[in-house]
């Protein structure tokens, strides 16, 4: 989604700029721009790529000052124009500024200010924020920002400039990531940061309705009522290498190949196989709570509901614990019953997602325990969870979550083996399942090796324009997820379901152009799965199974099969969803797609 930068310092801040802006670029956009102060604004947009604003720089004189702002949109108030990208300006006060989020009462602050004489250059929500702070400024750029900022509703992540105040930055947010990386004499600001640890490792995140007012000299926050705050020093540890391609072509393919590595991570320190143990640090402060909670509730979107729906499984199969999952979105928008001794489970990568965020802030309101299973360390619902388990998958950079996912589903497993080692199971089990947690790194590997079969079977496919995912128990999350892969990029139509809901209307879309992708692991729903394989056959459809290594009769009915290892059901998703990951990666690249960049999508969904 959208992607702030901003500098102050004494260094030229366009390169540092354009670099910065190049580290976002991962989270999805369709123009860019940015604005430096020196003496007077001077702001460049491109639409497209950040090499476009690059190259039109190299032409334009300027630029030169060590105060600026910069910006990736991703459209949401207008088109994708040159008019409509950031930063935006307001004329008559000098002041520029760059926004993630939407104003959601611009309308009628438009209106307001339209009256009152103002014009409006672009569609966007962003400019009636800056013509609001201009028309707000008596000479104090902080105190203009805190005015405007108590006059709109919706969510914003803000940098704003002034040629009045040449050597001020001034940076809020309510509901969108930002975050201040403070160095000597210099501070750099971004919505990720991936874009700030090139320069410091000291930082921090600015809360809800907190304002930071930064000059060359130091900086100090405050609310958007002028109350003093105090902001907590982070160190970020983000690897800058986990970030770079290194020899594969795409990030996709890299964090797919990456999951034996990322998930050992994952595991790391955390699992005591001796003592048939799962340590988990991050719960330990609550652990006494967690074993008295009654029900489960899990909250999240796309791929991070997926995982979630495999944790409402495990809770209920392995801790022996209501559980039910939900999406996020709806969850917060309807009236949810959260009874005495309820703890919501938020699960997201980013842990910046606006409807995961949203839906939290809502059970916690209703008296939840709120835990998190979140892979960016001091994110939003990090931050704003009780206790909670990190994935420590590293930074995911391909748009399409891979890597988080199987995180997602690991850790979910070690917090259900936590709470059911101190409910019922038994210390045998526990090491059992544990034992078997540890090879499914090892497990995958193997699985990847198919990575060149994987290729051919789907270049027999790629032209279909629609197609099935069917599983059952632990694998209809992971059928579902096969599907969201393949939609988001390559862009073909596809639908995951649960293998028996076939026979309950789906069915009807079968004939020999429809590709049926069964998950058919030797689980407890084998010899169901196996039916369901033999109706879509009966009906010239083209069954791929992603299969247990060894099973031969699947061989003799489904015309393709992906083999993968054997392992128990509840720990198998981690490894049926990595020939579905292939594929879909390789479909996006038969059709000639830009596998980390696909369209409309951005990587952390920030706005509502
Ligand atoms: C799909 C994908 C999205 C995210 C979803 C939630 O590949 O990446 O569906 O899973 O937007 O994001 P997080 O996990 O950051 O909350």
Known sequence: MCGIV?????????????????????RGYDSAGLAILDGTLQIAKAVGRVVNLETKLKKLPGFEGSLGLAHTRWATHGGVTELNAHPHRDDKSGIAIVH???????AALKKLLTERGHTFHSDTDTEVLAVLIGELYEGDLEAAVQAALREVTGAYAICVVCEQEPGVLVCARKGSPLMVGVGSGECVVASDPSAIVAHTSQAFALEDYNVARITREGFRTSTIDNKPVSPKMMQLELDLEQAELGTYEHYMLKEIFEQPTSLRTTMRGRVDLNEGKIVLGGLMDCAKELVKIKRFILIAQGTALHAAMIGEYLLEDLATVPAECEYASEFRYRNPIIEDRTAVIAVSQSGETIDTLS?????????????????????????????????????????????????????????????ARRRFMSAERTRTLLDALNKIPQAIETALESNDLVRRVTEKYVERDNWLFLGRGYNYPTALE?????????????????????????????????????????GPQYEKVINNIEEVRARGGHVIAVATEGDEHIASIAEDVLYVPDVPDCLSPMVTVIPLQLMAYHAAVLRGHDVDKPRNLAKSVTVE
Do not use: C
Request: aromatic residues 6%.
């Open 359 to 419: 839906a939290l802030h809502e059970a916690k309101d209703r008296g939840a325990l709120s835990l998190g299973v979140i892979n960016v360390v001091g994110s939003s619902i990090a931050r704003e969870t009780e206790a909670g388990v990190y994935l420590r998958v590293g930074p995911e950079i391909g748009v399409a979550s891979t890597k988080a996912f199987t995180g997602q589903v690991a850790a979910l497993t070690l917090m259900s083996l936590f709470l």
């Open 482 to 522: 096969g599907a969201l892969k393949l939609k988001e990029i390559s862009y073909i139509h596809a639908e995951g379901m649960p293998a028996a809901e076939m026979k309950h209307g789906p069915i009807a879309l079968i004939d020999d152009g429809m590709p049926a992708v069964f998950i058919a692991n030797k």
């Open 6 to 26: 901003a500098y102050i310092g004494s260094k030229p801040a366009k390169p540092l700029l354009l670099e910065g802006l190049k580290r976002l670029e991962y």
């Open 100 to 106: 993630n989020g939407i104003i959601e009462n611009y």
